[in-house]
């Protein structure tokens, strides 16, 4: 049996937005290097591909934060979710994958039917500082505007550990997601503050 959740899912079925920043993508795609990707939430632990290459990477002018409302994947409509976007302002250290030549084609079509099926995401390439010394790399990486009515905004700390509590979607709970997130990270030496607080929170909550 075929438990691929892409198995049968086409580029032509997205939305026409989603589609015309694939378009957009493609023509400002530098191939040089093959495909690279900033990995900065499910991507970590769940990329879908296999990278040929994989970094730590800094880039400035982006955060991460649980602040992207999921209706399927991690909740529900009738109690939503989160999962991870990024938010312009500070910075944030993920992982940069680089995929080889010739498959990145494909996968990068693999991923925008995975991350662009609604088309909440802004996509954009931005600069990626190597750990390693490599210098700046320009990376793909799934953005979010405040103006996306996907952003959930600022949380207060009761509505969180709500969310915490209840939401659950296809893939397990909004809290599962937080928790593998934090694994992920802490797995390549980094520590993103707020997402510890936020788990932190709720285990002083008993969840």
């Not at 990024?86 to 991350?115: D, F, H, I, K, N």
């Not at 990376?139 to 600022?154: D, I, K, Q």
């Not at 709970?173 to 929170?201: C, F, K």
Request: charged residues 25%; proline residues 4%; hydrophobic residues 40%.
């Amino acid at each position: 049996m075929n438990h691929d959740p892409l198995a049968g899912a086409r580029l032509e079925d997205l939305p026409a937005h989603s589609q015309a920043l694939l378009s957009v993508a493609e023509r400002q795609w530098d191939r040089e290097h093959g495909l690279m990707m900033f990995a900065y939430g499910s991507l970590m632990w769940n990329p879908g591909f296999e990278p040929a290459q994989t970094l730590v990477a800094k880039v400035q002018g982006y955060h991460r934060a649980l602040r992207l409302r999921s209706l399927v994947n991690r909740g529900s409509a009738e109690q939503p979710g989160l999962v991870m976007t990024l938010l312009s302002g500070g910075s944030c250290r993920g992982l940069l994958y680089r995929v080889e030549p010739s498959e990145s084609e494909a996968t990068l079509r693999r991923l925008w039917l995975r991350e662009m099926v609604v088309g909440t995401y802004v996509p954009r390439w931005i600069d990626c500082q190597c750990a390693d010394g490599l210098g700046v790399r320009k990376a793909l990486a799934f953005t979010l505007s405040r103006r996306s009515p996907g952003w959930a905004g600022e949380l207060p700390d009761e509505h969180l550990l709500h969310i915490l509590r209840h939401a659950r979607g296809r893939y397990g709970t909004t809290l599962d997601y937080l928790e593998r997130a934090v694994a992920s990270l802490r797995e390549h030496g980094i520590r993103d503050r707020a997402l510890e607080r936020q788990l932190a929170l709720a285990r002083q909550h008993g969840l």
